[in-house]
């Protein structure tokens, strides 16, 4: 079995053969550089490469500034495109792009309702953070109400 394979093992007796088998690579390892520390722990709680690809793909979210302002605003709101088109000063298939790639890396919704579609932010947790962190960045204060 490869290493890969088996940090995509779960349950705790293949968990405890993970550690075994850093131990192992560890001992076989040679940094080409010996500052006195360990490294063993990065290890022990590193997260999957599919892990660090998920959360590069929700970075890339950051790339845009209007995507970044619209992700804000439905943060705030549920609005169809027309609106959000009105809103953004943006051509409906200029928003209908930003707003698939919002779509696509989990970060709203949408809802139709008749003729609309309304989008807002998704209920999880990445969302939340995204949006958050996002404040703290531009320091912009949410509106209350």
């Keep these: 079995m490869s290493f890969a394979e088996l ?3 779960t349950g705790s007796s293949i968990k405890r053969n993970i550690r075994i088998k850093i131990k192992e ?4 390892i040679k940094l080409p ?3 006195g520390q360990s490294f063993e722990h990065c290890f022990d709680h590193m997260p999957k490469t599919e892990d660090f690809k ?5 970075f890339k979210q950051l790339g845009d500034g209007s995507r970044i302002k619209l992700f804000w605003i439905l943060c705030h709101c549920e609005e169809c ?5 009105a809103m953004m000063d943006m ?3 200029a928003l209908s792009h930003h707003l698939r790639l919002l779509r ?10 008749g ?8 209920g999880t947790r990445e969302a939340e953070l995204l949006h958050h962190m996002i404040e703290d960045l531009i320091r912009i204060s949410c509106p209350t109400g």
């Design 7 to 9: 940090c995509a093992c």
């Design 25 to 28: 690579t560890m001992d076989e």
């Design 33 to 35: 550089h010996d500052h």
């Design 54 to 58: 998920t959360a590069s793909e929700i």
């Design 81 to 85: 495109v027309t609106n959000l088109s």
């Design 91 to 93: 051509s409906s298939p």
């Design 104 to 113: 696509s890396a989990g970060l709203i919704e949408s809802r139709r309702d």
């Design 115 to 122: 003729k609309e579609v309304y989008y807002k932010s998704a």
